[in-house]
């Protein structure tokens, strides 16, 4: 049960961040900048963990 409570969390904070996020971007162009520094920092992180290994 509280796993499903706090499931039901995250996916809403998740959902009104990238909402957020999105508002904020005046063109679709902001928008693509802001997942590409996203999808920049996901590499990068699983880069450092490939090199852990």
Request: glycine residues 16%; proline residues 0%; positive net charge.
């Amino acid at each position: 049960m509280i796993r499903t409570i706090l499931g039901q969390l995250l996916a809403t904070l998740f959902l009104a961040s990238l909402f957020g996020t999105l508002g904020g971007c005046n063109t679709i162009e902001g928008a693509g900048k802001d997942i590409q520094k996203g999808g920049k920092v996901i590499t990068d992180e699983a880069s450092k963990i490939k090199n852990k290994m």
